[in-house]
């Protein structure tokens, strides 16, 4: 339930941010101020998580905390702090882009540090990423149907805002 409110502060965060991309005058000034307090809460809710979670799942602890992966996650509250603060100067500032693109990084190292921590699990703490795929030839199947597809969606996409 409390990654549920995290999302939620997630997603009113990269709203905000992309309505200072797409909005100027009042509104703009509005999402600017409004941004800044959604960060804060989004990066209290972050800390709760991950305090939380290797205090009740051991496995995720031992990934954490053991050698070498403890060299390994060490810089992520640093570089989450860092992505925090620019985060924040640049909503108090003049840019219409950057503000969204910091929100975007903040959330590729949530994102990151959550699937580095549940590797190779798709369920935790049973079923695995090799278990929960299908056959082989499903796979194969499925592949070239996304090769043949994603890019007439790209196209489609590429147009409809041209």
């Known amino acids: 339930m409390f990654t549920g409110f995290a999302l939620l502060f997630a997603y009113a965060v990269l709203g905000a941010t992309w309505l200072i991309i797409k909005t100027e005058g009042v509104l703009q000034d509005r999402m600017r101020t409004l941004a800044k307090p959604l960060v804060w809460a989004m990066l209290a809710v972050m800390d709760v998580l991950s305090v939380w979670t290797p205090l009740q799942h051991a496995a995720i602890a031992a990934r954490w905390f053991t050698l070498p ?47 580095l921590s549940l590797w190779p699990y798709v369920i935790p703490p049973n079923i695995s990423i090799w278990q929960a795929a299908g056959p082989d030839q499903s796979l194969g199947f499925a592949l070239v149907g996304a090769l043949l597809i994603i890019p007439c969606i790209l196209l489609s996409t590429a147009w409809g805002y041209w």
């Open 69 to 115: 992966n403890l060299l390994y996650f060490a810089p992520v509250p640093t570089l989450v702090l860092l992505v925090v603060w620019r985060l924040l100067k640049e909503v108090t500032g003049d840019g219409h882009v950057s503000p969204f693109v910091w929100t975007l990084r903040l959330l590729f190292l949530s994102d990151t540090g959550l699937g």
